[in-house]
């Protein structure tokens, strides 16, 4: 499924949509528009306790990639999903490194 020629505000609604495989596909899309998923950090946050673990999957890594493009000070939404990333109890292996690794980004960036 190729979500490539969507807008970031129309990739933030599919991120919510009720089959599984357009959130994954829509969470991807946002991971490859780099900086710009900035704007959808608040939807990405949400799908951190999606009940598909693929989507979670990709939501992490997704965030580490916004973390990446982001400097502080943080606005609320960053702050906001760093809080739900350091209070994920996530027990998927996957989802715990790329947890890991987004947090790992940001560590970089306050020293």
């Known amino acids: 499924m190729d979500l490539s020629p969507l807008s970031v505000d129309q990739l933030r609604i599919k991120t ?14 946002l991971g490859r528009r780099d900086g710009q998923a900035t704007a959808a950090i608040s939807e990405l946050t949400v799908r951190l306790s999606d009940d598909h673990v693929e989507v979670r999957r990709v939501a992490t890594q997704t965030i580490g990639i916004v973390f990446m493009h982001t400097e502080p000070p943080y606005d609320q939404d960053i702050q906001a999903a760093i809080d739900a990333l350091n209070a994920n109890e996530d027990t998927d292996e996957t989802v715990k490194a790329g947890i890991r690794i987004a947090l790992a980004a940001l560590a970089g960036k306050e020293k």
């Open 16 to 29: 919510s949509d009720a089959d599984p495989s357009i959130r994954w596909a829509a969470v991807f899309e």
